[in-house]
């Protein structure tokens, strides 16, 4: 029997090298999707905004030294994260491994005081959407619309408080 190889969730900057494929994937990826050049897309927003000190972090997956999945979120509001780049590595797909990563972002907004998640994905992204309504997102959209009439396709989350540990319930 062996072991599935160990997964090991890292914060990095948008400058770091590993995260290079994840944006030259994604942006390939996009631009085969919606016919034109979607990379520029992905520099939209100054890289500062997915760092600590802005509110927001870039997480990675990193299997074996290589990073195979990861996604960041950004301010969006004083209560609200929003959610961009979720990505999974072409050949690590089917793993489980975007569903993972949102869990991770999740879980690093809620420690940032973030309340509620945001996010937007695209009308020819079929298996984000399933990935969003999966782990539980509201889509704040008519479902039953094609997707194409509505233009980027918006979610939310609203997230739990977190658990205080040794502290006397008061009634």
Do not use: C
């Amino acid at each position: 029997m062996t072991s599935a190889p160990e997964l090991t969730v890292i914060e990095v900057p948008v400058s770091d090298a590993r995260v290079e494929p994840l944006l030259r994937e994604l942006g390939d990826e996009y631009s085969r999707r919606y016919g034109r050049d979607a990379h520029a897309e992905l520099a939209r927003y100054p890289d500062e905004e997915f760092t600590a000190p802005y509110g927001g972090v870039l997480l990675l997956l990193v299997e074996n030294g290589e990073p195979v999945a990861g996604g960041a979120f950004r301010r969006y509001d004083g209560n609200t994260a929003e959610l961009k780049r979720i990505w999974t590595h072409s050949a690590h797909r089917r793993r489980g491994l975007a569903r993972r990563v949102v869990a991770e972002l999740e879980g690093a907004a809620s420690a940032r005081g973030y309340r509620r998640v945001y996010l937007t994905t695209g009308p020819r992204q079929p298996e984000a959407r399933g990935l969003y309504l999966a782990t539980g997102y509201t889509p704040l959209f008519d479902t039953e619309a094609d997707p194409e009439t509505i233009g980027p396709l918006p979610f939310e989350k609203h997230l739990a408080e977190p658990q205080r540990t040794g502290e006397a319930a008061t009634l």
